[in-house]
């Protein structure tokens, strides 16, 4: 079925939806709101795109973009997804059960009561969380084979938000306006409750992931640019 005749029959009906046999249909739940929907399959580029509060359910891997742009409800991937995941999120929750592409949580940003959460249980690829403005990625590293569970250059031009990362991370190499520091006992409070969902979407134990342990990324200054465009 093409992507445009799925998307047409989505929006028409208002009831919970199950997609059976997806194979890469892009932006399925554009914009969607108050209602359940469950594909079994491959989910193509920007599932979940200017998500409105609609609970996206895969039985699968999603590609690229994955909540682009979405306002509020939640992605659930029990597989991997593609690049860009969560791109210019502004609030809402993903939730991915394998490992992540390049740039997750790109431009990320959050304001007053909206808060955008990105949980990546396994690895994720090169520049997480760049230009990364408000929101929470969490990075579990779950059966990752390689020391560290990230790609190069994490937080190239963050300047809000936290990156949060299960395992040793002391002397991580990191651009000048990004700060690493362990993860305090308050804010592992907060931070435990999306790892509680993960355990509880995925039959993971939650003992065994709160118990490791965990290094923080945030910016330096709320705006590390300021330079750049004012006389100090």
């Not at 995941?85 to 009561?113: C, D, L, Q, T």
């Not at 569970?149 to 000048?176: K, W």
Request: glycine share 16%; proline share 3%.
């Amino acid at each position: 079925m093409d992507y445009r005749e799925l998307n047409n029959l989505v929006r028409s009906y208002e009831g919970d939806i199950e997609i059976t046999d997806c194979l890469g249909q892009r932006y399925i739940g554009a914009g969607l709101g108050n209602r359940n929907i469950t594909i079994n399959g491959v989910a193509g580029n920007a599932v979940g795109a200017y998500l409105d509060g609609a609970v996206i359910n895969i039985n699968g891997n999603a590609q690229d973009a994955a909540g682009d742009t979405m306002n509020a409800g939640k992605i659930i991937i029990h597989g991997s997804v593609g690049d860009a995941v969560g791109y210019a999120m502004r609030g809402g929750e993903i939730y991915v059960k394998g490992n992540a592409g390049y740039r997750s949580g790109i431009h990320m940003k959050a304001f007053k009561e909206n808060f955008p959460i990105v949980v990546i249980g396994g690895s994720c690829g090169s520049f997480l969380g760049e230009y990364q403005a408000g929101g929470l990625i969490i990075v579990l590293g779950i059966g990752c084979q390689e020391e560290r569970a990230i790609g190069n250059f994490p937080g190239t031009g963050m300047h809000g938000g936290m990156i949060v990362l299960r395992g040793n991370y002391e002397g991580l190499d990191l651009p000048p306006q990004v700060v690493l520091s362990r993860v305090t006992e308050e804010e592992m409070k907060t931070i435990s409750v999306y790892i509680k969902n993960y355990c509880d979407y995925f039959n993971t134990d939650l003992e065994n992931l709160i118990s490791g342990e965990y290094w923080k990324l945030t910016p330096n200054s709320s705006n590390p640019y300021k330079q750049l465009y004012v006389q100090n």
